[in-house]
Structures are given as structure tokens and as C-alpha cells.
């Protein structure tokens, strides 16, 4: 395919330079001209393989449809925090484009050029991304295409899931074999219709890969392999410092058999125990290997080691004072960031129900009380036009709870149960993404639903705290949803419960 390096799309974006290519597209970076603010993005450029060297009028439309159908589905899934935002699609030419936000971050694989991951780095790639397939398999989208490049580490330390494959593959090859696009290192072998087990695989097969540098189908851990099997062992043989436990999560995750696998991401988010994972760190000034390592002395050895103890001990006490007054400079810092990102809202507190959060000052509120529904006060953004027939809002709700004792997830269940019977009314992301407020573990669900002729798609999160369950609900017309979202979830960042 010929460059655009330097030229402008649709009037619009700036194609700067480009990222990556392949026999099949070009992902270039690129500015939008629009909307500067909003800073680079990535344009990914399809350009489609045909049997024959023209293209008939029906097989065009249905191509043309294919892409706008799956396109849809995929900006549906890009409102998770952790997929990389689809913020354009379109064609040109009979060349497809996908306009997608720019993650500033490192690959897995670029992280590997440096080193293997260890088993504590192993699980918090497992936990991330395996929260994120639940999301968009729940929402029946398949990756298709999971390799330690689609894996990113933004630079705050969030791990993003990227180059879902649905859309290369319906445009590039008519849907004909799933595989043409995915890795055949990472891909289950002799699997063309790739479905949730498939990505399960290639996530466990990534993962091994990453500990051990091999690729490989089975992982065993150091521990449990005898020394002189590790003598007369090849270097094909994966080995990792990791325990038992976790080997036997990735070997099932990449069994041979689809019908052997994990047939969900919850079901290993589950039998992941992350507790086992926790790494407790030494007390401050102590060093525990050569404090372990000292052995019985004589009464002049304790005391020449007690005075270098107390001496080394002073240095670090100097050296922490002298650091407090930057540690001060960095703390007001960040709290006048923080207090910036509000700078347009307003802090709404109830002390009835003894919780408060802050919403855009451009919004109307009204106090509810409403016993029935639960539901405290609702916040409305401005009437934007006279036809404006749907104004979004946000709901807050407490539900006070029985006398006994329920869990989050407990209730995360009747939640979704009272979703999936109500009338039009489907659900369209994670059931059980996980998400915090105000530090204590909550849930989000998205669903859409129909009222009075308009499609209306809504969004629960809910946490349990006091036995009472605090409930945020938005809403909005299914077109406009995406619009205030991130409004919304900087809402629930500032909610504060007592």
C-alpha cells in the first residue's frame, strides 16, 4: 500500500507517521485536527483481499455493511477504561479506517525484550486482561487475536487490551477463516472458529511464554521439578519460578481440547486465589538477608555491630528528613491537580444518608427521597437543543438491606436477575466487572433498554457498605451514551461514603 504520511483524511486527521504494518494494513500515528485536545490517535488502515479484481455491487454493500455492523459492536466495547477507545470508523476509496485512541504505554512483548516476567507481574496481567475478555465476551465479542503485542502497560501501571481481530478479519477475508489474522504461535493449532476458549488459550499461552521465554504448551513450576531433571532437560522445557498452583491454571488454560479449557474468564478469575500473591516487604531500615544470615558472636562483635547498626540507621533517618519537604512539595502537588480535575463541580453532600459526591456545576439537581425506588437525587445535564426529547441523567439510590448479612456478589446476582426480566431490556457488558468506590469493592453492569419508542442504555455500579447498598445509575439515549460517560465515572471517583 502506498504512504499517507503527511496527509489529511476525511479533512480531518493528520497522518504524522507510522507505528506498524503487515502484508495486510498500516497503523499509522495521527493528530486530530478537530479536536486537538483530545491529543494523537491511531489510524488503522484495511485494505481488503478479493477473489476476483473487481468487486460486484452486492458483494460491495455487504462488505460495506459488515463493517459498519461490526464496527458498532466494537465501539461498544471500547467504553471499558481498559480497550483502547474506537473513536471513528469509515471508508475511503474502498480502503477501510479504523481511528482508535493512542495508548502511551509498553507491549508485553516490548517489555520482554528487557526480561521475563516473575509470577507477582504473571497474575497481575492474568487479573487485568482476564477482566477485560470477561467484559467483552459477555458482550459476545471475541478477541481472536491475544499475542504479547495486543497486551499494553500504560504508563500509570493500567494493562490495556488491544488489536481485537473481529473487524480485520470480517473485512480483510470476508469472515472465511478466523486465523488468517490471528498468531499462529499464540492461536489453539487446528482451531479455524475461534470462540471464548480460543482466547483463553491464547492468554494462558502468552503468559507462559512471558515466564519462560518458550512457546510452548505446558508450563511446570521449579519447584516441583527434581534437580536432575532440570540437569538432562533441553532448553525446550518450560520451568518457572511460580507455584503449583498457578502452573496448573495456565496448563488448563491451554489444553488441547477447546472442551478442556476454562469455558469463561470468571471461572479463572475465580480459582485464582491473588492472596497467595501478596509480596510482604521488610519493615523500613531493617535487612532481613543479613540479619538471617548473621551468625553467633562474640560480645565485642554484637557491639561493633550495634554501633554500625545505629550509625547506618541515623544516615537513613537523615537522609528521610531531608527528603520530607519534597515528599510535602509532591503531596500539594498532587492534591491541586486532583482539585483542578473538579474545577467545574459542585460537592453535593446528604447527611441523612451520609455520603457525597460532586457533579458538573452546569447540571440541575433534584432531591427524591423516594422510598419506594430507594432512589436520593437525581442530576441532569443542561437541555442542549428545544427537540433535545431525553435529557441524560444520573441517579443515586440507597437500598437499605435485610438484618442478614448479604455479600456484594450476593447481591451483584438479584441485580442482574431484575435486569434479564425486564421487559426489552438486554444486557450488554460484564455482569460482574469489578470496579471500586470510594475503596471499597463494587460492580458495574451496562445494559440497554427500550422506553416509550427511544433505545435507552443504562449503567449500574453498586457497592455494599453499612448493610445498605449504594446505588449510581445513569442514563442516556443509546447514540448519546458515550458522551458523558467519563463525566459520569469521574462522578463516582469523587463519591464519598461515610
Not at 16 to 45: F, H, K, M, T, W
Not at 107 to 134: D, F, H, M, P
Not at 342 to 357: C, L, M, T
Not at 461 to 466: G, L, R
Request: hydrophobic fraction near 40%; aromatic fraction near 10%.
Amino acid at each position: 500500500m502506498e504512504s499517507i504520511v503527511g496527509k489529511i483524511l476525511c479533512d480531518r486527521y493528520r497522518i504524522l507517521r507510522e507505528l506498524s504494518q503487515n502484508a495486510l494494513s498500516i497503523v499509522y500515528l495521527a493528530e486530530d485536527l478537530r479536536e486537538p485536545s483530545l491529543g494523537q490517535c491511531e489510524i488503522e488502515r484495511l485494505q481488503p483481499q478479493y477473489d476476483n479484481e473487481v468487486l460486484g455491487t452486492q458483494s460491495w454493500r455487504k462488505t460495506l455493511q459488515t463493517f459498519v455492523d461490526r464496527g458498532n459492536a466494537l465501539k461498544n466495547i471500547s467504553q471499558h477504561p481498559q480497550i483502547p477507545q474506537l473513536l471513528a470508523f469509515f471508508e475511503c476509496d474502498r480502503e477501510f479506517y479504523l481511528v482508535q485512541e493512542h495508548i502511551e504505554g509498553q507491549s508485553l512483548r516490548q517489555k520482554l525484550e528487557t526480561g521475563l516476567i516473575n509470577e507477582a507481574e504473571a497474575v497481575s496481567w492474568l487479573q487485568e486482561i482476564l477482566g477485560i475478555l470477561e467484559f467483552a465476551h459477555q458482550a459476545e465479542v471475541i478477541h481472536r487475536n491475544i499475542q504479547p503485542s495486543s497486551l499494553i502497560e500504560h504508563q500509570d501501571g493500567r494493562k490495556f487490551l488491544t488489536d481485537f481481530a473481529m473487524l480485520d478479519n470480517a473485512i480483510l477475508f470476508s469472515d472465511r477463516s478466523a486465523k488468517n489474522i490471528a498468531n499462529a504461535d499464540f492461536a489453539p493449532p487446528g482451531e479455524t472458529n475461534l470462540d471464548v476458549a480460543g482466547d483463553i488459550y491464547a492468554l494462558g499461552k502468552t503468559i507462559i511464554y512471558a515466564l519462560t521465554g518458550n512457546i510452548t504448551e505446558f508450563i511446570q513450576a521449579k519447584s516441583l521439578v527434581s534437580e536432575n531433571t532440570l540437569q538432562q532437560s533441553d532448553s525446550q522445557l518450560a520451568i518457572a519460578e511460580i507455584t503449583p498452583k498457578l502452573a496448573g491454571i495456565l496448563n488448563k488454560m491451554v489444553g488441547d481440547r477447546s472442551a478442556i479449557r476454562y469455558q469463561s474468564a470468571a471461572e479463572i478469575l475465580a480459582e485464582l486465589d491473588f492472596n497467595q500473591n501478596v509480596i510482604t516487604l521488610p519493615p523500613p531500615f531493617f535487612n532481613t538477608s543479613q540479619l538471617s544470615a548473621t551468625p553467633l558472636a562474640t560480645a565485642k562483635d554484637k557491639a561493633k555491630h550495634q554501633g554500625n547498626y545505629r550509625s547506618a540507621l541515623i544516615q537513613k533517618l537523615i537522609w528521610l528528613l531531608l527528603s520530607l519537604p519534597f515528599v510535602i512539595a509532591l503531596v500539594i502537588i498532587f492534591i491541586g491537580i486532583n482539585k483542578n480535575s473538579y474545577k467545574d463541580f459542585e460537592n453535593y453532600i446528604n447527611n441523612n444518608y451520609q455520603f457525597s459526591i460532586k457533579y458538573p456545576e452546569t447540571w440541575s439537581r433534584r432531591e427524591l427521597d423516594d422510598p419506594i425506588t430507594g432512589e436520593v437525587v437525581v442530576f441532569a445535564t443542561p437541555q442542549e437543543r428545544d427537540l433535545d426529547l431525553f435529557r441524560e441523567k444520573v441517579y443515586i439510590a440507597v437500598e437499605r438491606l435485610s438484618s442478614e448479612p448479604i455479600s456484594l456478589e450476593q447481591y451483584a446476582q438479584t441485580v442482574f436477575e431484575r435486569i434479564e426480566q425486564a421487559k426489552n431490556s438486554k444486557i450488554e457488558a460484564a455482569q460482574n466487572y469489578r470496579i471500586k468506590i470510594d475503596e471499597t469493592p463494587g460492580r458495574m453492569v451496562i445494559y440497554s433498554r427500550q422506553q416509550e419508542g427511544l433505545q435507552i442504555k443504562q449503567m449500574e455500579a453498586f457497592t455494599i457498605k453499612n448493610n445498605q447498598a449504594y446505588i449510581i445509575i445513569y442514563t442516556a439515549q443509546k447514540n448519546d451514551f458515550p458522551e458523558f460517560y467519563n463525566t459520569v465515572e469521574k462522578m463516582i471517583d469523587s463519591w464519598e461514603i461515610q
